[in-house]
Structures are given as structure tokens and as C-alpha cells.
């Protein structure tokens, strides 16, 4: 039987991937519940153990430290490797990833290989008290419908928890916690899959994940010349440093944008300030990445469109004409 | 000749409207929309798609599979139709109708196990393609069980396959831009919308579905008990509600309305 909450965490271009806090979070929760400990994972290349404190001080009990060259990049069957030994040496009862490109590769590959109850995109994770049995929250029909799970069985749980559905955890220096160096040597030295390039695709300015603003286009911006008008708009409300543009799935299969400007269930997922939706229905698998948003924004020239239904501030007409004058508008009032 | 094996599944139309959702008494399960027809998974589309476009380019054989009880004459007629050579069918009777059985009696353990089988069974594969996750469940897991049990690799999300010789490069979608990869076969490959739409059949080809069948295999033939295989169960399902109270900015011409959000944003201290 396994015991204690485990964490996979990540670091990105030099820093503990944001999504750790709010996996310290629903794991701290969960881990003082059923009394049990709450452990984390660190995996790279270089330097990985100076990240390790700040997931003691989010939170975490210990954290296992993981260093070494084969693991510079994400390459799946050296990364299986490494935490199927992991997961046999600390047996943990939960295992949380973040749904992001590790949750949708590693959480199965290890949920299927231990036999264990897997649940990937979970709004929420909870302890029933009573039970002590844990209750995995997925949006299913494109996140129209909130599903509880449950597993049919003991053993291990895996879940993978959506960006922005949990509150992150406080990072406390008062906390104390050990840090681990775990040596692993793969046998996997040539995997059957090799990276053979990888491709950033620039985009000037600010991250969506961490955007301020955002101005997002859909079907109703009718090609990508529109998107610079949205761009003067992001710019205005939340400078250079904090204004984004995104778009819906249509703006990105029509090719107007790149893949990684997609906002949504299969993109991602945002909560910045302020939310403007340009041109866009609001498709729930649309809604599930904007959702958490501050303040949204709708301008649409359908006054049914159901974007209105969960929009703070909403505005019936054509983009072309209105946002020019917004954007001007807003400009004056700073 | 290149074996091609996609695995679809039969969803709900993905595009209902929330308003035609109802839960059913036990709220373990989601009840259809009167007269809404079942349609092939859009991600599963797009791996059919993905099917196609080497087919475009060299000698493949495509074997279409689904697990499932009554695969929709429509949804059958589609796979064949854009260029499948094969359907095969894997039934059960407690697979009874798409809508319950993704949620009370499958989990993605059972159907990864019982799809996984089929494909040893048929034997004949060099590359396995599904979608990313099903539009129903949303679960993502069926296509990295299936090559986790069949021990093959597995890469998700990719927007490009080539093949070269015995090899195949593929590009992965990452959150920043996509990698490029290389694999040997056989392989499992999960695709989403980034590999483009599945194409409109030919008329010809629409004329020869309608002669073909689905070969159908029943899931009892493997020896699983596929009840026994389920580890995840529903508890309970609900709508959720998000009350926002709009505020409609009202005004004469779009310049006003534009000029009056901008005040009440200000107002409001949004801005």
C-alpha cells in the first residue's frame, strides 16, 4: 500500500515551472488530511538542486533531487525510467503532474505500466474525509460537465491538474524540509525515439501563461491582419511587458496564429486581469482556458453568442469599428 | 506496404449546446439531446487525417478500429469513405449504447486492454495512430495505454509524420514551438487538431462505402473480463453554472459603445 503525496515538478528556461505551487497546494492539503507525508521530484540537467528549497518552503517534505545529462530534455523513455524506479523505491499513495506536456505523456505511461487508476486535466483533487478515499474533479464534453472519480481499487492514483484551477501555495521560509540527491543512471541510453531539433517559436512580448492582458481573436477576425489591431489594444492596457494576443481554435486552424497562441482546453489555459474576446462564440472548450480571468470582455456581433454568458463587460458590433476607438479611448484615460 | 492501424471512437456530438445536457436520476451519466447523432471523435479524425497524408505519398494499408456496440452507419461510412481499407469492430454486450458505457462501464484501462488485444489479434501494424483524447471523457489516455501494454513507443501530439525508409520524423507540438523527432517503428502516435481536418470524401469514394461492412470481433473472444478491468468509476456528475452578471454597453454607434466601455472600465477600476 502506498503512502504520502508525491509531486512531479518541473524547471523551465531557469526557473521552478509556476505550476508547482499549485500542486504544492492541493498535494499540502491532501497530505494533511490523511497525515501522511508530502514529497517532491525534481528532474534535469545542471544545477537542479538550487530549485529544491523552494519547494520546501511551498510546502513539500522532501524533495528528491535528480541530476544528470540524459535528463537535458524531456525524453520520454529516460524520464519513464527514471521515476517508475523512483515511484518503486518511495511508493507513494498520489502521484500529481500538471497537465501540460509531462501529465499528458508521463502520467500515462506510468499509470499504465503500475496499474494504476490514472485521471489527467483534474480541476480539483480531494480527500473524502470519512474515506479517506481521494475524489478526482475532470470536466468531461469539453468541460461542459464537471465529472467526480472515484478508484475502483487500492493502489497507486495518478492525476495530472489543469494550470490555473487551484489557488498556488504560499512559498514560506519558515519552512523546513529535506532535500534529497537521488542518483539515477538509465539503461536507456539510445531510446527508440530520438529529439532530433527543438524549435522555439518566437513570439515577441510576454508569455500567455503570464500575461496580464490579454486580447484574443476568433472566427469573427475573418483573417490575421485584424490580430495587429488586437496587439495595439494589449499593448495599450498592459504595456509592452504585460499585453498579449491569443486566439481561439479557429484563428489558429485557419492559420492566422501559431499553435502556441491557442487559448483553450486543448491550448492554453490563462487567468490574466483583463480578458478581451474579440470576434469569438465562446465554445466551452474555448471558455474552459479563459475561465479563471479576472475581468472578461466580450465583443461580438452576435448578440446570442454565448461568450456574453460568462463576460463581465459586453459589447454588440463590429470589431473593426470598435476596437480602434477602444484602444484610443483607453490610450487618453492613461 | 506500410500497415496503419487508427483507432476511433464514436462521441456525442462534441458541439451540442450545454442547454441540451442532462443528467440522468443517479447522476452517473449524461443523457443524450433528442436527435443528436453520434459523430467519429474530431481528434480521431485528425489521426485519420494524418493516415491519409502518408497514404498520399506511399504504399499503406489503413485498418480503421473501434470499440464500441453499433458503430453509427455515418460515422462507419466516413472512415471508409475518406480512405480506410478496413473497419474492424470490437462489440461487447456491455458495451450497450456510446453514451453509457463511457462512463459506467469502461474506464480507459479497460478500453486501452480490450483495444490492445484486438491489435495483437490482427497482428499487422507499423504504426498506430489516435487521437489525443476522446470529446466525451476528455481522458487522454487510451492511445498511451495502448502502447504502454503493447510495449511499443509512444510520442503525443504530433502535427507532422514522415516517413523515411524505416523511420519516421515526426514534429511534437510543445507549449513553446514543436520538437523534431526521430522513431523507428512500429510506433504510437496521438495527433489533435494540428495535424489539419480529415478531408471530404470522393463521391466515388462515398458510392463504394456504402457496399463495404465492418469485420466485427467480439471482446469476449480475448479472454478478458472486461468489466473486471475498470479502475476508475464516476461518483457523480453536475452542470456547472457560472452566474456573471453582464454588463451590455449600450450606445448609438460603435465609436459611443466604444467610448463607453472605456469609461465604465475606468470606472469599474478594471483599467
Known amino acids: 500500500m502506498g503512502k504520502g503525496v508525491m509531486l512531479y515538478c518541473e524547471i523551465h528556461e531557469d526557473c521552478l515551472a509556476k505550476i508547482a505551487a499549485e500542486l504544492a497546494s492541493v498535494g499540502r492539503k491532501i497530505a494533511d488530511e490523511l497525515g501522511e507525508e508530502l514529497q517532491a521530484v525534481l528532474i534535469g540537467s545542471g544545477g537542479v538542486k538550487a530549485f529544491a528549497q523552494e519547494l520546501v518552503f511551498l510546502g513539500a517534505d522532501k524533495v528528491l533531487v535528480i541530476d544528470d545529462p540524459a535528463f537535458a530534455s524531456y525524453q520520454p523513455d529516460a524520464y519513464v525510467e527514471a521515476m517508475e524506479n523512483v515511484i518503486k523505491d518511495i511508493s507513494p499513495a498520489i502521484l500529481l503532474f500538471g497537465h501540460n506536456e509531462a501529465g499528458r505523456d508521463l502520467a500515462p505511461r506510468l499509470g499504465f505500466k503500475f496499474k494504476a487508476g490514472v485521471m489527467l486535466d483534474c480541476i480539483k483533487v480531494e480527500v473524502e474525509i470519512a474515506t479517506r478515499k481521494l475524489y478526482m474533479t475532470h470536466p468531461v464534453y469539453g468541460s461542459k460537465v464537471n465529472t467526480r472519480f472515484k478508484a475502483k481499487t487500492e493502489g497507486l492514483l495518478i492525476a495530472s491538474i489543469r494550470a490555473k484551477s487551484n489557488e498556488p501555495a504560499e512559498s514560506l521560509e519558515t519552512r523546513s524540509g529535506e532535500i534529497i540527491e537521488r542518483s539515477e543512471t538509465v539503461a536507456v541510453s539510445i531510446g527508440q525515439v530520438q529529439i532530433i531539433e527543438q524549435v522555439k517559436e518566437e513570439v515577441a512580448g510576454v508569455k500567455l501563461e503570464e500575461a496580464g492582458v490579454i486580447v484574443s481573436g476568433g472566427r469573427g477576425m475573418q483573417g490575421p491582419e485584424g490580430f495587429e489591431i488586437l496587439k495595439k489594444l494589449a499593448r495599450v492596457l498592459g504595456g509592452e511587458k504585460g499585453g498579449a494576443i491569443g486566439g481561439s481554435r479557429a484563428a489558429i486552424d485557419n492559420g492566422w496564429l501559431p499553435n502556441k497562441l491557442q487559448v483553450g482546453l486543448t491550448g492554453k489555459i490563462v487567468s490574466p486581469s483583463i480578458y478581451i474576446a474579440v470576434g469569438i462564440s465562446g465554445a466551452m472548450q474555448h471558455i474552459a482556458g479563459c475561465l479563471t480571468s479576472k475581468t472578461i470582455i466580450a465583443i461580438n456581433k452576435d448578440p446570442e453568442a454565448p461568450i456574453f454568458n460568462i463576460s463581465n463587460y459586453g459589447v454588440v458590433g463590429n470589431w473593426e469599428d470598435i476596437v480602434p476607438a477602444l484602444t484610443e479611448k483607453c490610450e487618453a484615460l492613461q | ?271
Open chain 2, 1 to 271: 506496404m506500410l500497415n496503419i492501424l487508427v483507432c476511433i471512437k464514436q462521441v456525442l456530438d462534441p458541439d451540442a449546446p450545454v442547454s441540451s445536457f442532462k443528467i440522468n436520476n443517479l447522476g452517473k451519466n449524461i443523457i443524450a439531446p433528442p436527435g443528436t447523432m453520434p459523430v467519429l471523435n474530431p481528434f480521431d479524425e485528425n489521426a485519420l487525417e494524418a493516415a491519409l497524408k502518408i497514404k498520399d505519398v506511399q504504399d499503406v494499408k489503413i485498418t480503421v478500429l473501434s470499440m464500441g456496440h453499433n458503430l453509427a452507419k455515418p460515422v462507419f461510412l466516413k472512415a471508409v469513405a475518406s480512405g480506410a481499407d478496413e473497419v474492424i469492430i470490437i462489440d461487447d454486450p456491455s458495451f450497450e449504447s456510446t453514451e453509457n458505457s463511457s462512463f459506467q462501464n469502461l474506464d480507459s484501462f479497460t478500453t486501452a486492454s480490450v483495444l490492445a488485444e484486438a491489435i495483437k489479434k490482427h497482428n499487422k501494424y507499423d504504426i498506430i495512430l489516435c487521437g489525443r483524447q476522446a470529446a466525451d471523457t476528455d481522458a487522454g489516455l487510451v492511445g498511451p495505454g495502448v502502447a504502454e501494454i503493447l510495449g511499443i513507443p509512444l510520442i503525443t501530439m504530433a502535427k507532422k509524420i514522415e516517413v523515411a525508409r524505416d523511420k519516421l520524423r515526426i514534429e511534437q507540438i510543445t507549449s513553446d514551438g514543436y520538437n523534431v523527432l526521430e522513431a523507428a517503428l512500429p510506433v504510437l502516435i496521438t495527433v489533435g487538431n494540428e495535424m489539419g481536418d480529415l478531408r471530404y470524401p470522393s463521391t466515388k469514394n462515398l458510392m463504394a462505402a456504402k457496399k463495404k461492412k465492418p469485420v466485427v470481433w467480439q471482446a469476449a473472444d480475448f479472454n478478458i473480463n472486461v468489466l473486471s478491468l475498470t479502475k476508475i468509476e464516476v461518483v457523480d456528475m453536475h452542470i456547472p453554472v457560472k452566474k456573471v452578471d453582464c454588463k451590455m454597453i449600450e450606445a448609438p454607434s460603435p465609436e459611443e459603445k466604444a467610448t463607453k466601455l472605456a469609461m465604465q472600465l475606468s470606472q469599474d477600476g478594471v483599467i
